[in-house]
DNA sequence: TTGTATTTGCAACTTAGTTGCAGTAAAATT
DNA sequence: AATTTTACTGCAACTAAGTTGCAAATACAA
């Protein structure tokens, strides 16, 4: 999906121009990882835009309640988001604090059904990261 | 480990005597599910304990650093504690906010190593929530 | 009983995020 | 084109969770 199919989706919704939110996602599409409010602020700003942050937060808002974001959370006390993708975890750097998407299909399905069956609990999402440290950071 | 336990072993390691520490354990030890401050600090409260949220949150640094207690984040905006038994995850009901612990054993191994061998990162934690619907709300 | 390090309270601060309100601007309607 | 409607935006003030500095209180070893 890109970006002004996007555009052209919220129009649909009643939303209008906005080249702000459009940014975001240009932003979000391009860099393809989640990102935090603040360096979403300057990528904007080094695109030579420069919202408030209620702006971004609003923005931010409205795209995930159209599903076309996600939000991340990496327990380090900010949310991230990220372009709505194909479900995926994420792996981080505690030394270098890079993050990685990683992709684990359905390794997960067989153990929710079992903790269905077992607890009697009807799962509809989880959060799953991983934290370690990556190729480089293993050498040092 | 009991509580007595736990306050000998920090008493080795030079800390003194805290009424509000020894509850803290205490509670989490009753409770067995974790708990945010300003959950402890009723609970302090109702013991005739009122200690100032900074005691507090000193006084889980420490139980943290000396690993009697576990952080958990639960993705609502605050963390919460618990006592430091057996690795597992957590089941919370989106709608009555219920938690459960769920035992996992070593379903993650083998994903945590094919990660590990297709990536090469050093995967050292994870954290694991699953959220839905409990026995009881699954009903209604 | 004294000395010292730990524990505690208080106030002020930080950081992430939210809310109310007024002004601006897109775009539909006339 | 002018008007109207409503979305978008900025600003200031606020909230909530957690932290920091400092001084006072307390545990406890000597």
Redesign the pocket.
Same mark, same amino acid.
Do not use: A, M
């Given at each position: 999906m890109d970006i002004n199919n996007i555009t052209q989706k919220? *129009?649909k919704k009643? $939303? =209008?121009?906005?080249?702000?939110?459009d940014s975001i996602i240009e932003i979000l599409e391009e860099r393809n990882l989640p990102l935090?409010?603040?360096e979403l602020i300057k990528e904007l700003n080094s695109l030579g835009l420069?919202?408030? *942050?209620?702006?971004v $937060? =609003?923005?931010i808002?409205?795209l995930l309640g159209e599903n076309f974001i996600n939000e991340v959370d990496l327990l380090d006390?900010?949310?991230r988001y990220e372009i709505n993708r194909r479900h995926h975890h994420h792996f981080i750097c505690t030394k270098c604090k890079d993050i990685s998407c990683v992709e684990t299909e359905n390794d997960l399905d067989n153990l929710e059904t079992k903790i269905e069956k077992e607890q009697g609990f009807k799962i509809k999402s989880h959060v799953l990261e991983f934290f370690g440290l990556c190729r480089k950071c293993k050498k040092d």
């Open positions: 919220l *129009k009643g $939303y =209008r121009n906005s080249i702000n939110r935090s409010t603040d420069h919202p408030n *942050k209620t702006t $937060y =609003r923005d808002y409205v006390g900010k949310k």
